[in-house]
């Protein structure tokens, strides 16, 4: 079966980075797009970056423009987040998503979440 896993979260100071990384593995064809939802304490969940393999486009949220860059690496099934100069506002918890196309079924993308990786920003 196919599985995502990220990691990378941690404590840090305002200012400071951290580089999270997602991992899909298993019966997988091809992935269609990778990315991080967020979900801080009592805040609803956002969308912060993802990377649509198709079209090599990435996309991201407002709040985090000029200072999260998501990539791919070569092996093409992990997507990796660097994050520089973190806010307080930056700390939730980050789920990894991928939606990929299956062998055998492609053609009927599916989509999978991640555990979870704590990011707190704090001094």
């Known amino acids: 079966q196919v599985q995502v896993v990220e990691s990378g979260g941690g404590l840090v100071q305002p200012g400071g980075s951290l580089r999270l990384s997602c991992t899909a593995s298993?019966?997988?064809?091809?992935?269609?797009?990778m990315g991080w939802y967020r979900q801080g304490s009592g805040k609803e969940r956002e969308l912060v970056a993802e990377?649509?393999?198709?079209?090599?486009?990435?996309n991201y949220a407002d709040s985090v423009k000029g200072r999260f860059t998501i990539s791919r690496d070569n092996s093409k099934d992990t997507v990796y987040l660097q994050m520089n100069s973190l806010k307080a506002e930056d700390t939730a918890v980050y789920y990894c998503?991928?939606?990929?196309?299956?062998?055998?079924?492609?053609?009927?993308?599916?989509?999978?979440w991640g555990q979870g990786t704590q990011v707190t920003v704090s001094s």
């Open positions: 998503f991928a939606e990929v196309g299956l062998w055998g079924m492609a053609e009927n993308p599916q989509h999978y």
């Open positions: 990377f649509l393999s198709t079209a090599a486009r990435a």
């Open positions: 298993g019966r997988i064809a091809t992935i269609n797009v």
